[in-house]
């Protein structure tokens, strides 16, 4: 008789586990849908501008020379001398970086004729990072007095970006829950909670752009002007929020 009983307690046991199982996989689709039913699916993006406080300028010599030798050596002196006027102008050592070298054979060309070798051709160039956007005017026509017959792109930029992120980032929440709530309310919904939450973007340094486009006509104390207006720093972020009546 135990034997009986403590079998059929088993069963017993055993069935209710499953049609408890089964139950919840007979809720678990519902609710599943339900969810996805109620959920709202949202970006936005905060922005903020600031004032630059350094810019990023790219300047060159370039020399010719009857042999390859002198036109280096040309070069070499030159450069030299412009380097200088710029450690001069208050640019830190850190902050002045060769990043273009080049030596090129000059040939003319006649109808009928092969080429001829006429001398050769060599360019330096360097890219410096300016501080005091105050002096950068000075530091360009420093660097053109002494011997500089390229200017390059500049670029504007902030030093350190992390202030200006975080105020963008909460003008990005601000306007994302602010969407949020307004869609929900629309719906005849309020915000559950969060689900999902991701972020996009950031400051990014503004891309070189010709000097031309920053330089005036017009000269004012023996300077070149430099117009740095502000610079953008943008966050996006996305959310998924749940909604319930």
Same mark, same amino acid.
């Given at each position: 008789?135990?034997?009986?009983?403590?079998?059929?307690?088993?069963?017993?046991?055993?069935?209710?586990?499953?049609?408890?199982?089964?139950?919840?996989?007979?809720?678990?689709?519902?609710?599943?849908?339900?969810?996805?039913?109620?959920?709202?699916?949202?970006?936005?993006?905060?922005?903020?501008?600031?004032?630059?406080?350094?810019?990023?300028?790219?300047?060159?010599?370039?020399?010719?020379? $009857?042999?390859?030798?002198?036109?280096?050596?040309?070069? !070499?002196?030159?450069?030299?001398?412009?380097?200088?006027?710029?450690?001069?102008?208050?640019?830190?050592?850190?902050?002045?970086?060769?990043?273009?070298?080049?030596?090129?054979?000059?040939?003319?060309?006649?109808?009928?004729?092969?080429?001829?070798?006429?001398?050769?051709?060599?360019?330096?160039?360097?890219?410096?990072?300016?501080?005091?956007?105050?002096?950068?005017?000075?530091?360009?026509?420093?660097?053109?007095?002494?011997?500089?017959?390229?200017?390059?792109?500049?670029?504007?930029?902030?030093?350190? !970006?992390?202030? !200006?992120?975080?105020?963008?980032?909460?003008?990005?929440?601000?306007?994302?829950?602010?969407?949020?709530?307004?869609?929900?309310?629309?719906?005849?919904?309020?915000? $559950?909670?969060?689900?999902?939450?991701?972020?996009?973007?950031?400051?990014?340094?503004?891309?070189?752009?010709?000097?031309?486009?920053?330089?005036?006509?017009?000269?004012?104390?023996?300077?070149?002007?430099?117009?740095?207006?502000?610079?953008?720093?943008?966050?996006?972020?996305?959310?998924?929020?749940?909604?319930?009546?």
């Amino acid at each position: 008789m135990k034997s009986l009983f403590r079998a059929t307690a088993m069963s017993a046991l055993i069935l209710a586990g499953t049609a408890g199982a089964s139950a919840a996989l007979a809720q678990a689709p519902s609710a599943e849908a339900a969810f996805r039913a109620t959920t709202l699916n949202l970006s936005a993006q905060g922005e903020v501008r600031r004032a630059p406080d350094m810019a990023t300028i790219t300047l060159g010599v370039q020399t010719d020379g $009857a042999t390859a030798a002198d036109a280096m050596r040309a070069n !070499a002196a030159k450069m030299t001398q412009v380097i200088a006027s710029l450690k001069r102008a208050g640019i830190d050592a850190k902050d002045i970086q060769t990043s273009g070298l080049q030596l090129n054979p000059q040939y003319v060309y006649q109808e009928n004729l092969p080429p001829r070798l006429t001398g050769y051709q060599a360019t330096n160039q360097v890219t410096i990072v300016v501080r005091d956007l105050g002096k950068l005017g000075t530091v360009v026509d420093a660097s053109v007095n002494s011997g500089a017959t390229n200017v390059g792109g500049i670029s504007f930029g902030i030093d350190k !970006a992390d202030a !200006a992120e975080d105020a963008a980032r909460l003008e990005a929440v601000k306007a994302l829950q602010a969407k949020a709530d307004l869609y929900a309310k629309s719906l005849g919904y309020r915000v $559950a909670r969060l689900v999902t939450f991701s972020e996009s973007g950031g400051y990014a340094p503004q891309p070189p752009m010709p000097m031309a486009s920053f330089a005036r006509a017009e000269m004012k104390d023996a300077s070149t002007p430099v117009e740095a207006g502000e610079l953008k720093v943008t966050i996006g972020v996305s959310a998924t929020y749940e909604l319930v009546k």
